[in-house]
């Protein structure tokens, strides 16, 4: 398991109560320093949410009028939306380094401290007041919602060891505070908020309109300092669970999320995500995009559940996974994916799609026919207007080409040998001037199996899992 390296702060940042005041910080609550910073981005036209893929004209123009409004969010979408990913990106918007009082829980301002603890402390030390400074990075909470999730949890409780330590029953100081008062001066995050028990959204309301908290029986008024965001899936609206009516009435914004929208973004996001393990070209990220669009917009797939972003990115990781087995068996140095690979994902995947009641047995045939039809689509949108006559003259003779996952690249090479029009296929493929054997192997088989979709070939699968293109 990885630690979480946290930077260690500049060593000319004020470490008392009076340096930082003679410093001529400025205090701003955590809405006014993300919407400052957002503004001084947009006039720079600075990244503003790193790694976010396809929300560029839609989704992140409404949020960035909720920050700028200083409106609490819930992003409400499909599975595999990029909600989390929205989330977290919010913590680039923060300060890099901000001061907080040294030993406070609750991350409290030393101009603005609100725990009995730390309003002594600051009388007490009055100047000298020691400051601690709190990196970007550590200033984000998140809570996955389940049905088991505590008032506890969130808020806090009585932590039962301060009792036995001596102090009463009525004591502040006996309070174990929970995840959202701990992310005090920063972003807090609820994921899947629907599935919180209606009586756990409850404790909630406080923080988004008071802006405090309240504990068990305790006169205790804590004005915390925060962005809350939620992210929601439709579905749990009406099924799992839902956001209670005042709760959901005091988040300023609810922003609509949604996959992306052309095969472009669809693509970028594959190989932004996808941590492959061996060459995948960009043919077969075309494919594998429109694959997934397709089975989005299937009648047959149930279109409420939606089909995660997730689904083309695990895709693209089986078929160079394919292809490093291909390599591993055959002796092969440089695994490149070739079209055949992309036949694994109809069985491995076929968990991550919910299909309609009636399609029962039916899954793999439908993923499989679907996947075809993607293939077809990208032959047609990269080889169109190309002279492929040089490919069926390979086999007009009665002749016959195999390939398939256990054919390696040199041996389809060696049944090919010299093919017209492969140099401009290869370029029209994204392949290059000088692609290795491996990719050209990837061109000619994605090629052969396009020629088989527009039936201008015949295909047969032979006994020992072999693919056969003929006439």
């Known amino acids: 398991m990885t630690e979480t390296v946290v930077p260690t702060p500049p060593s000319d940042l004020p470490r008392t109560l009076g340096e930082l005041r003679a410093s001529g910080h400025r205090y701003r609550t955590v809405k006014q ?79 603005h401290p609100i725990t009995p603890g730390s309003l002594r402390q600051t009388v007490e030390y009055g100047d000298d007041l020691p400051v601690r400074w709190l990196h970007r990075s550590m200033r984000y909470g998140e809570k996955l919602a389940t049905p088991d999730t505590s008032v506890g949890d969130l808020i806090g409780d009585v932590d039962p060891i301060r009792v036995a330590q001596g102090r009463t029953l009525g004591d502040p100081e006996t309070i174990h505070f929970g995840l959202v008062p701990r992310t ?65 009435d005091r988040f300023g914004a609810e922003i609509r999320t949604h996959y992306p929208l052309d095969l472009d973004l669809e693509t970028e996001l594959i190989q932004q995500e996808a941590e492959v393990v061996a060459a995948v070209p960009e043919h077969l990220l075309e494919v594998l995009a429109r694959f997934t669009r397709a089975v989005r917009e299937a009648p047959s797939v149930d279109a409420r559940s939606g089909v995660s972003a997730r689904f083309a ?96 690249a040199d041996e389809l090479l060696r049944q090919v040998g010299t093919v017209p029009g492969l140099a401009k296929v290869l370029d029209r493929l994204g392949l290059g001037d000088a692609p290795s054997r491996g990719e050209a192997a990837a061109g000619i088989e994605f090629v052969l199996e396009g020629l088989h979709l527009t039936r201008r070939l015949s295909k047969d699968l032979t006994d020992n899992g072999r693919t056969v293109y003929g006439v």
């Open 313 to 408: 990115i695990a895709a693209a990781e089986t078929v160079a996974a394919s292809a490093l087995r291909r390599a591993g068996l055959l002796g092969e140095d440089e695994p490149v994916a070739r079209v055949c690979d992309t036949v694994s994902v109809t069985s491995t995947l076929r968990g991550k799609v919910e299909f309609e009641s009636g399609e029962e047995g039916r899954e793999v045939e439908i993923l499989a026919h679907l996947l075809r039809i993607a293939t077809a689509e990208t032959f047609h949108s990269r080889l169109a207007g190309i002279d492929l006559s040089g490919f069926t003259n390979l086999v007009a003779e009665g002749s016959v080409i195999e390939t398939g996952e256990l054919v390696s």
């Open 33 to 111: 320093e993300l919407r400052e910073n957002l503004i001084a981005r947009l006039r720079d036209g600075a990244p503003r949410f790193p790694g976010v893929v396809g929300y560029g004209d839609t989704v992140l123009p409404e949020l960035e009028r909720a920050l700028l409004a200083g409106h609490d969010v819930v992003l409400l979408g499909e599975r595999g939306q990029g909600k989390t990913r929205v989330m977290r990106s919010l913590i680039a918007l923060l300060d890099e380094w901000t001061p907080v009082i040294a030993g406070s829980e609750l991350n409290e301002h030393p101009f």
């Open 184 to 248: 005090n001066r920063g972003i807090f995050a609820v994921n899947e908020l629907p599935d919180l028990a209606e009586r756990i959204q409850v404790s909630l309301l406080n923080v988004l309109e008071e802006r405090d908290i309240q504990i068990r029986g305790y006169q205790l008024r804590l004005p915390l300092d925060l962005l809350l965001v939620a992210s929601a899936n439709p579905e749990d609206y009406t099924n799992r669970g839902r956001i209670i009516t005042p709760l959901k």
